[in-house]
């Protein structure tokens, strides 16, 4: 009877129920735009239910520009911008016409919030009042700098790690019960 409960305790780790749905509109692609200019680095992420099929950014202009594709009628995305990148007042023209999405600010980024209609190719720019607040531009002959931008510790190789080792402790343990249990 000890071996039925263990073996199904064991079979509660390695067999876990799957919930599974339609995606929806709202499903988010994760997109980071690692921009170089004046000697920096930095990195605007994006979540959006569309594809950003490549983007430009001009410092003289202070502007960034995304080329957007989309297959759905009803686009929504989200933009994390560096302020140090592209600050101030942000205007934003989507396919040369004006647009008002919602946006947050604090003293480290501007958070976006797109929400638009229209499927396939999209153009949307973005225009600044300032470009490296509080940052001096580094010349080609100045020694390279580090890059600014916040690294992301990601620890899936460890989850990973301990689910095996989990599951095979309980493996171990099964078969010393049973092993023990034919004698």
Same mark, same amino acid.
């Given at each position: ?25 709202? !499903? +988010? ?8 200019? #004046?000697?920096?680095? @930095?990195?605007?992420? =994006? ?69 638009? !209609? +229209? ?8 225009? #600044?009042?300032?470009? @490296?607040?509080?940052? =001096? ?47």
């Amino acid at each position: 009877m000890k071996i039925i409960f263990l073996a199904s305790v064991a079979l509660l780790f390695a067999i876990t129920p799957v919930y599974g749905q339609l995606l929806s509109d709202a !499903t +988010g692609l994760v997109n980071r735009l690692d921009i170089q200019t #004046g000697g920096y680095s @930095f990195e605007v992420e =994006t979540v959006s239910n569309f594809n950003i099929q490549d983007f430009e950014f001009d410092k003289d202009e202070k502007k960034l520009t995304l080329h957007i594709n989309s297959g759905l009628e009803n686009n929504l995305g989200e933009l994390l911008i560096p302020q140090n990148l592209l600050g101030g007042n942000l205007t934003f023209y989507l396919n040369d016409q004006e647009y008002f999405p919602i946006v947050n600010t604090n003293e480290k980024i501007s958070f976006v919030t797109l929400n638009f !209609t +229209g499927s396939g190719d999209n153009q949307l720019e973005i225009f #600044g009042t300032t470009h @490296f607040f509080g940052l =001096t531009e580094i010349k080609e002959s100045d020694p390279a700098n580090p890059s600014i931008t916040p690294l992301v510790d990601n620890d899936d190789e460890l989850i990973y790690i301990l689910i095996i080792a989990l599951l095979l402790i309980i493996g171990i343990i099964v078969i010393i019960f049973t092993v023990k249990r034919r004698k």
